[in-house]
């Protein structure tokens, strides 16, 4: 059973930086693609950022200049860098991975809070 774990999530200050790790287990196949999205309450989920086995990375405009998507393909894991966070970017990151069948798994979401 595939399963996406996220983790680095909590409770910054405007202007902190958090670093959220995804690892994918119960599978031998790498992902065509893996990223990030996010759901704020009461707001839709929405794409944070991708990226692509090659490493071809997109970025919302949001979290553009102050986000690093990266993945290891050998461990099956993505990371999101986020730096100068801000208190729009509070909700709950949710990873992702998409199978060349265009499958997608989720992860369970890790919430990330920032104060003003």
């Known amino acids: 059973q595939v399963q996406l774990m996220e983790s680095g999530g909590g409770l910054v200050q405007a202007g902190e930086s958090l670093r959220l790790s995804c690892a994918a287990s119960?599978?031998?196949?790498?992902?065509?693609?893996m990223g990030w999205y996010r759901q704020a309450a009461g707001k839709q989920r929405e794409l944070v950022a991708t990226v692509a086995s090659g490493g071809t990375t997109t970025y919302a405009e949001s979290v553009k200049g102050r986000s690093t998507i990266s993945r290891d393909n050998d461990e099956n894991t993505v990371y999101l860098q986020m730096n100068s966070l801000k208190p729009e970017d509070t909700a709950v990151y949710y990873c992702?991975?998409?199978?060349?069948?265009?499958?997608?798994?989720w992860g369970q979401g890790t919430q990330v809070t920032v104060s003003s």
């Open positions: 119960g599978t031998f196949f790498s992902f065509n693609r």
């Open positions: 992702y991975g998409r199978r060349a069948s265009g499958r997608d798994y």
